[in-house]
């Protein structure tokens, strides 16, 4: 069995600083960039998750690696 969740179906996350509404959720790897384009940090590096999460929520991305999300709520 596996808890299938449908990325287009979240609605709102669970973080550690409380629920935030998603009007659109995205899974990727993940990486740090400066603003000339050069990568300064990738998911994997010193043992953190390279999937990463993108909560588009309010006119902002809030974005980190897959392990700080707590829960998720979509429609079912």
Excluded at 5 to 32: K, M, P, Q
Aim: glycine share 16%; proline share 1%.
């Amino acid at each position: 069995m596996s808890l299938r969740i449908d990325c287009n179906s979240v609605r709102r996350v669970l973080l550690a600083d409380g629920w935030h509404d998603a009007t659109g959720f995205d899974l990727d790897a993940y990486e740090f960039m400066d603003g000339d384009g050069m990568r300064l940090h990738g998911g994997g590096q010193s043992g953190v998750c390279a999937t990463g999460f993108a909560i588009h929520s309010k006119g902002i991305v809030i974005a980190g690696p897959l392990t700080a999300i707590l829960a998720g709520e979509y429609a079912v």
